[in-house]
Antibody
Framework: EVQLVESGGGLVQPGGSLRLSCAAS????????MHWVRQAPGKGLVWVSR????????SYADSVKGRFTISRDNAKNTLYLQMNSLRAEDTAVYYC????????????WGQGTLVTVSS | SSELTQDPAVSVALGQTVRITCQGD??????ASWYQQKPGQAPVLVIY???NRPSGIPDRFSGSSSGNTASLTITGAQAEDEADYYC????????????FGGGTKLTVL
């Protein structure tokens, strides 16, 4: 059974940093692209970032480029999102999601972790 | 970057057919995918590619596309289909980004 379990969310002050993790199991992690998607309270889904299978290629939404860094450890079956210079508008539930190589749809999602940026 | 536009809300009588649409320039080049999200839950993929359903998704869900518009059709809507539905596709600006529609709240009457 495919499972994606996010962790690392919490309350952080504006300008602060947080690192999210997504532990994957039930599939060959190193064979898939992985993504982060976020959802602000009461709002829609917004794509944040993508990393390819071996971690050599990444892509970011304009709203987080230069502040967030996506990475993966295929030996640990874990995806990460390092978030720096956090702003109030980054407050959201952050989901990790699995994607087929070269595809732009997400066939499995984690349950999400809430990040709240507030003083 | 590209945008995808969805109607904010749609309603359907129990057992009837409903179409949820998604419009955007990227859909002229790329297929839309569709996700169902119920309150407090993660999204679930219901349609991807030309018209593919993941395992476990009922065959009352189907997808289609014409020009810059993609559609998700639910034939014989059930009470459990009441949810938010989101479309997404690859961004057409060439930067390998992903774009989502704003979501459609489906109410089953």
């Amino acid at each position: 059974e495919v499972q994606l379990v996010e962790s690392g969310g919490g309350l952080v002050q504006p300008g602060g940093s947080l690192r999210l993790s997504c532990a994957a199991s039930g599939f060959t992690f190193s064979s898939y692209w992985m993504h982060w998607v976020r959802q602000a309270p009461g709002k829609g889904l917004v794509w944040v970032s993508r990393i390819n299978s071996d971690g050599s290629s990444t892509s970011y939404a304009d709203s987080v480029k230069g502040r967030f860094t996506i990475s993966r450890d295929n030996a640990k079956n874990t995806l990460y999102l390092q978030m720096n210079s956090l702003r109030a508008e980054d407050t959201a539930v952050y989901y990790c999601a699995r994607g087929e190589v070269g595809a732009y749809y997400f066939d499995y999602w984690g349950q999400g972790t809430l990040v709240t940026v507030s003083s | 970057s590209s945008e995808l536009t969805q109607d904010p809300a749609v309603s359907v009588a129990l057992g009837q057919t409903v179409r949820i649409t998604c419009q955007g320039d990227s859909l002229r080049s790329y297929y839309a995918s569709w996700y169902q999200q119920k309150p407090g839950q993660a999204p679930v993929l219901v349609i991807y590619g030309k018209n593919n359903r993941p395992s476990g998704i009922p065959d009352r869900f189907s997808g289609s596309s014409s020009g810059n518009t993609a559609s998700l059709t639910i034939t014989g809507a059930q009470a459990e289909d009441e949810a938010d539905y989101y479309c997404n596709s690859r961004d057409s600006s060439g930067n390998h980004h992903v774009v989502f529609g704003g979501g459609t709240k489906l109410t089953v009457l």
